[in-house]
């Protein structure tokens, strides 16, 4: 059965100081480990897709990086704004995804 | 690109009445989507799989003649919440497969909708 976990369950960050999201990761078969960010009240927003050991993608202050059990998300410079639930999740062969518990953060000013 | 709207954004209903959301792909065809659940402070879980043009299949526990699943149309699934009770009060989320992706290889990425927030008096 595949499982996605995420640590730490809560990260409280204040402005400026970076840090990391872990994503570790036992499917059968990897067809891409996805992370997303969800606002509340408010359905996840895709943020990256990861599909191989060393990929790497960017966006703004965040980077997903990828080994063959783990993903990390760093934020770099954190702004207010960053602070929301980040998902990671796996997609099995019926394409279902099985998600982690997420990691909130919250980026004080 | 990659969209997907819900509709609508909130409701309210009274217990016993029947609900219709619609979850729609406005960029890209979808074959497979997905409805989920959330409830506060908690991970989504997974509803049913939509399949365009036959029957959906749900997740153990999920009563499929209360959750009614339809995806006539590659861009169009909705979930109909019937004889709706405060307990089915939450948040449900649709999800849509982009089945348009063309390569060797099948899209397993999933875009979401931005939800909608039922509330049964």
């Known amino acids: 059965e595949d499982q996605v976990t995420q640590s730490p369950e809560a990260l409280r960050l204040q402005e400026g100081e970076s840090s990391s999201l872990n994503c570790s990761y036992t499917v059968s078969g990897l067809r891409g480990l996805f992370w997303y960010r969800q606002d509340p009240g408010k359905g996840p927003e895709f943020l990256f897709t990861?599909?191989?050991a060393g990929e790497e993608k960017e966006k703004e202050r965040l980077k997903a990086t990828l080994t063959k059990k783990e993903s990390f998300l760093h934020i770099t410079a954190p702004k207010p704004e960053d602070s929301a639930t980040y998902l990671c999740a796996a997609p099995g062969v019926d394409y279902k995804l099985s998600f982690g518990a997420g990691t909130t953060v919250t980026v004080r000013a | 690109g990659a969209v997907v709207s819900q509709h609508p954004s909130r409701v309210i209903c009274k217990s016993g009445t029947s609900v219709k959301i619609e979850c729609r792909s406005l960029?890209?065809?979808?074959?497979?989507m997905f409805w989920y659940r959330q409830f506060p402070k908690q991970s989504l879980m997974l509803m049913a799989t939509?399949?365009?043009?036959?029957?959906?299949?749900?997740e153990q526990g999920v009563e499929k003649d209360k959750f009614l699943i339809n995806h006539a149309s590659l861009t169009l699934s909705t979930l109909t919440v019937t004889s709706a009770h405060p307990e089915d009060s939450s948040f449900y989320i649709c999800?849509?497969?982009?089945?348009?992706?063309?390569?060797?290889?099948?899209?397993?990425?999933?875009?979401f909708g931005p939800g909608t927030r039922l509330t049964v008096t």
């Open positions: 960029d890209f065809q979808a074959t497979t």
């Open positions: 939509s399949n365009e043009g036959s029957k959906a299949t749900y």
């Open positions: 999800s849509a497969r982009d089945s348009s992706r063309t390569g060797p290889l099948p899209s397993y990425e999933q875009y």
């Open positions: 990861l599909y191989s």
